[in-house]
């Protein structure tokens, strides 16, 4: 973190305290009071394409606190995550709370509505590779702009919350980004390990060499704000048992925090994780996963098979180390350059 984000960082991270203890806290027009829980809609104008709306929720606590930024359905096929922020405000008791949540109940609603994986259906973009936005681009830009200014930049603290897409299977984990700075990450590995699950991968470095953050956690970061991406959930399930671990996580995370009463839950047996890599697609065609996630492979094991469109053979696609599978894709359609597996490294730390 250079010394002008730090100096960025200070002035961020004072005014949203200033605003978490404020007697009314604002989101793009929704306003909670004291002790309030209010819920409605960001809307996101018309512009070169059409418009759309986030749903979002804020919790006010009576007493001051943190502000907490709690962002799902960025990718609109992730459906745990959005429904464990629905029971989250059902139970969300603002009159015991420290602080200020904002839910971000759906951050892509054209991609949810749309049941589309990774892209917006409106610009055919990811909107996880879009920040910190465009007020005058395509719609996932101004998504992107609107989340950046009204829920990004008023957080004390992020998490980004996603699933194993509509094909992916994966084994849930956190990506825990390290910036070098040891006070800074020292609050980023409490997120992490406060959400509970027992798989953490270590983001060593930013994960754009230079211009726009792109991505949820990474613009959260060059703020000065704790940022973790979480992932629960597989092949677009909605199963309770990925719900669960993204409301366990959270809950956990708001006692970590001291936002609500109990002491938070120790998180022990971690397989802490690094030197992931993504290991896309040579070309287009129809890929058959022969590994799972969470298996260990070794470098040169085969994780699928890609075959054309008549069903021969154009390679096999193999571990480029030994490690852990994060997901793997389990449905058959791939595109050149679109991820078939993650691999990560075990770290001995």
């Known amino acids: 973190m250079t010394a002008a984000n730090r100096f960025f960082f200070f002035l961020v991270f004072s005014a949203a305290t200033l605003s978490a203890k404020a007697d009314s806290f604002a989101v793009g027009g929704i306003e909670a009071d ?3 829980l209010v ?6 104008p018309k512009g070169m394409d059409s418009a759309s709306e986030i749903p979002v929720s804020i919790a006010h606590g009576t007493n001051d606190g943190p502000v907490l930024a709690l962002i799902a359905g960025t990718h609109g096929y992730e459906y745990p995550p959005i429904t464990a922020l629905q029971t989250i405000r059902a139970k969300l008791d603002p009159a015991t709370l420290s602080g200020t949540v904002i839910m971000v109940h759906i951050a892509n609603m054209p991609s ?40 990004i930049d008023q957080a004390d603290y ?38 509970g699950l027992d798989h953490i991968v270590m983001d060593t470095g930013p994960q754009h060499a230079s211009g726009p953050s792109l991505f949820t956690d990474q613009t959260a970061l060059e703020r000065g704000i704790p940022a973790i991406t979480t992932e629960t959930g597989q092949s677009g399930s909605n199963d ?6 993204a409301e366990n996580g ?25 030197d992931y890599k993504v290991v896309t697609s040579p070309q287009s065609g129809i890929f058959k996963a022969v590994t799972r996630d969470g298996y260990a492979v070794t470098e040169g094991t085969i994780l699928g098979v890609l075959v054309d469109f008549f069903g021969n053979e154009l390679t096999k ?10 997901y793997v894709i389990s449905t058959p359609p791939v595109s050149k350059g679109e991820p078939v597996a993650m691999i990560s490294k075990v770290n001995d730390r």
Not at 113 to 142: A, E, F, H, W
Not at 160 to 169: K, S
Not at 240 to 245: A, F, M, Q, R
Not at 317 to 326: D, E, L, T
Request: proline share 7%.
């Open 34 to 36: 004291r002790g309030e």
């Open 39 to 44: 819920s409605g809609f960001i809307t996101v």
């Open 112 to 151: 949810f509505l749309g049941r589309t994986i990774y892209y917006s259906p409106g610009d055919g973009k990811n909107l996880n590779r879009m920040y910190p936005g465009d007020p005058d681009g395509s719609i996932s830009q101004r998504i992107a702009h609107l989340i950046t200014t009204e829920v």
């Open 158 to 195: 992020l998490v980004d919350l996603h699933g194993g897409d509509g094909n992916e299977a994966l084994r849930p984990y956190v990506y825990m980004p390290v910036t070098g700075e040891a006070e800074f990450d020292a609050k980023i590995q409490g997120l992490a390990v406060a959400f």
């Open 240 to 245: 309770p048992y990925w719900v669960g671990l």
């Open 250 to 274: 959270i809950w956990n995370v708001l006692r970590h925090l001291s936002m609500i009463p109990g002491d938070e839950v120790p998180n022990t047996g971690i397989t802490w994780l690094g």
């Open 317 to 326: 696609i193999r571990a480029p180390f030994s490690g852990i599978v994060n």
